[in-house]
């Protein structure tokens, strides 16, 4: 079994940053890709930005600019740095983990931008 720990969300005002963590253990077959996506009220569960054990990456238009996803392959961990945050980017941001062994997500961490 894979399990992925979230951290790093919380409440912040318009125009402020927040790092998102995710640490993958357990059974971990080769990892493909890691990512993150989220879902607001409402809405479909939408992708953020991923990234692949080579380094890259790919985003959401509505983020390009302004958030940073990164990896670090020794510690099965990825980041999301994100910068000038809106109220359009409030949601739960969940990680998901594909590779050999299938597809895992976390059990998501609320990001809440307002003022």
């Known amino acids: 079994q894979v399990q992925l720990v979230e951290s790093g969300g919380g409440l912040v005002q318009p125009g402020g940053s927040l790092r998102l963590s995710c640490a993958a253990s357990?059974?971990?077959?080769?990892?493909?890709?890691m990512g993150w996506y989220r879902q607001a009220p409402g809405k479909q569960r939408e992708l953020v930005a991923i990234?692949?054990?080579?380094?890259?990456?790919n985003y959401a238009d509505s983020v390009k600019g302004r958030f940073t996803i990164s990896g670090d392959n020794a510690k099965n961990t990825v980041y999301l740095q994100m910068n000038s945050l809106k109220p359009l980017d409030t949601a739960v941001y969940y990680c998901?983990?594909?590779?050999?062994?299938?597809?895992?997500w976390g059990q998501g961490t609320q990001v809440t931008v307002s003022s």
């Open positions: 998901r983990l594909t590779g050999l062994g299938g597809n895992y």
């Open positions: 357990g059974s971990i077959l080769s990892i493909l890709t």
């Open positions: 990234i692949t054990r080579g380094g890259s990456t």
